[in-house]
């Protein structure tokens, strides 16, 4: 197992368990992985983002590599750019939907895509055996890359109809959560010809506004934004801006899985016979559309990483998070909020409003929750869990299943010290139920 990757890259608090030093020697390990090369060093608005910018140049340089630093730019734009400007790799200096005091580097191979989890234990045993490259006499030089936000924007705009969409004069409100989306969503809602609001406009690392992950819990001012102005719909982006919570034109903040299904709903119309990638913990709806559509669907373990590389494998369509990452195969199998913007757009310019699209799904509920629990306590957890339920799937942490309508999965974040508790049921009065009933019996477990 890794010892130091998540779910998501290597993350921590700055300047306790992520220091400059290990940053440092990390990147040597990450240089010595690619080898040769130009790498594109993107970051997030975070404080420390910053100087880790600079010690991971300095890092690569050491070692003869040169690199390209893209400044503040969202994780999806970073990878765009690598797979289309010809870069050997990128790495990306964000924390996502961590709290301020966390930053983290993510590496991102040839192909714009998260490296897979075989390389990252690649990297993690260069770096631990300190056997990276030792070249005092060629030095690396560091530049700047400045055309990532055009050819990332370009890049969406091909894939809609963009004249479609400039027809319609779209009301759009955009609750960028003080983040990196900041420097290129507003952007392209402007060369869409959109009318757009702004909530949380600012980048500030400290995410003042209502912190770096939308959650329904603080989407409020965004809900209270659309409806107060009539919008078409509103967006809300996590810290790097791969991810996107919709909200309705009625001012209803939609789960991840449900503006998924959605878009899932529009692609397959126009690409039916598709292969769709999803974790786990998404919820079953995904299976009933995909059949309807003579589609199949792959599920992986949790994380964004598993999904994207099974795209990569499969050449998927399309790929999705119940967290509000959506990926689109023909643009880039990664978690992207951009372009997830742009498929609404493309979606919403055909005719219906949001909230019709959503009363077409079949009805489905989920839910999920998260609970505090040290990393000693994670193994007690799922071990006495699987005691009292030895039937359940354990491939990732671990999911109990009443039928395939109602089940509970339990399973410890790879990126903060909490474990988190996913469910769907058949109607909200057992969805309340179910979890009510699993949240105790893991409070019960971890209090032991």
């Known amino acids: 197992m890794a010892k130091f990757f998540g779910t998501n890259g290597i993350r921590g608090v700055f300047s306790e368990d992520f220091t400059l030093e290990f940053v440092y020697d990390m990147t040597l390990a990450i240089g010595t992985y690619f080898e040769r090369g130009l790498i594109l060093i993107g970051f997030d608005g975070r404080e420390s983002s910053p100087v880790i910018s600079k010690v991971v140049s300095s890092a690569f340089n050491s070692i003869g590599i040169?690199?390209?630093?893209?400044?503040?730019?969202?994780?999806?734009?970073?990878?765009?750019?690598?797979?289309?400007?010809?870069?050997?790799?990128?790495?990306?200096?964000?924390a996502s939907h961590n709290p301020p005091q966390y930053n983290g580097i993510k590496p991102v191979a040839k192909d714009g895509v998260e490296i897979s989890r075989e390389d990252e234990l690649v990297i993690e045993d260069i770096y631990l055996q300190k056997n990276w490259i030792r070249d005092t006499e060629n030095w690396g030089t560091t530049g700047k890359e400045e055309k990532a936000i055009e050819t990332y924007l370009k890049g969406i705009i091909s894939q809609v109809d963009s004249k479609l969409i400039e027809s319609k004069n779209f009301k759009v409100v955009l609750d960028l959560g003080n983040g990196a989306q900041t420097v290129s969503a507003p952007n392209f809602c402007k060369m869409m010809q959109c009318e757009t609001l702004l909530i949380n406009r600012n980048i500030d690392g400290n995410f003042p506004g209502r912190g770096p992950e939308p959650t329904p819990q603080?989407?409020?001012?965004?809900?209270?934004?659309?409806?107060?102005?009539?919008?078409?719909?509103?967006?809300?982006?996590d810290g790097d801006g791969d991810r996107s919570i919709f909200c309705d034109n009625q001012g209803n903040i939609l789960t991840g899985d449900k503006s998924a299904l959605v878009l899932t709903q529009y692609i397959l119309k126009k690409n039916p016979n598709s292969?769709?990638?999803?974790?786990?913990?998404?919820?079953?709806?995904?299976?009933?559309?995909?059949?309807?559509?003579?589609?199949?669907?792959?599920?992986?373990?949790?994380?964004?990483?598993?999904?994207?590389?099974?795209?990569?494998?499969?050449?998927?369509?399309?790929?999705?998070?119940?967290?509000g990452g959506f990926m689109y195969g023909k643009h880039n199998q990664v978690r992207d909020g951009c372009m997830t913007l742009a498929l609404m757009l493309d979606l919403l310019a055909t005719g219906k409003s949001l909230s019709d699209e959503i009363a077409s799904l079949p009805p489905s509920f989920t839910t999920?929750?998260?609970?505090?629990?040290?990393?000693?306590?994670?193994?007690?957890?799922?071990?006495?869990?699987?005691?009292?339920?030895?039937?359940?799937?354990?491939?990732?942490?671990?999911?109990?299943?009443?039928?395939?309508?109602?089940?509970?999965?339990?399973?410890?974040?790879?990126?903060?010290?909490?474990?988190?508790?996913?469910?769907?049921?058949?109607?909200?009065?057992?969805?309340?139920?179910?979890?009510?009933?699993?949240?105790?019996?893991?409070?019960?477990?971890?209090?032991?």
């Open 66 to 94: 040169n690199c390209n630093v893209a400044g503040i730019i969202p994780t999806p734009c970073l990878e765009y750019a690598v797979k289309t400007l010809g870069y050997s790799g990128g790495i990306m200096i964000t």
């Open 275 to 323: 292969l769709i990638v999803t974790c786990l913990n998404s919820g079953s709806n995904i299976e009933v559309l995909a059949d309807k559509f003579n589609s199949e669907v792959i599920r992986t373990k949790v994380g964004s990483i598993e999904v994207s590389r099974k795209m990569v494998h499969t050449d998927a369509l399309i790929g999705f998070e119940e967290n």
């Open 368 to 448: 999920k929750d998260k609970i505090s629990c040290s990393p000693e306590n994670v193994s007690k957890l799922i071990s006495s869990l699987k005691e009292e339920f030895p039937s359940s799937d354990t491939t990732d942490g671990i999911k109990i299943s009443i039928d395939p309508k109602n089940w509970v999965m339990i399973r410890p974040s790879g990126t903060e010290p909490i474990v988190r508790v996913y469910a769907e049921a058949e109607s909200q009065e057992k969805l309340d139920a179910l979890m009510s009933e699993y949240l105790k019996i893991v409070k019960s477990i971890i209090s032991r």
């Open 218 to 237: 603080n989407l409020s001012e965004l809900s209270k934004t659309v409806t107060e102005n009539n919008a078409d719909f509103g967006i809300a982006f």
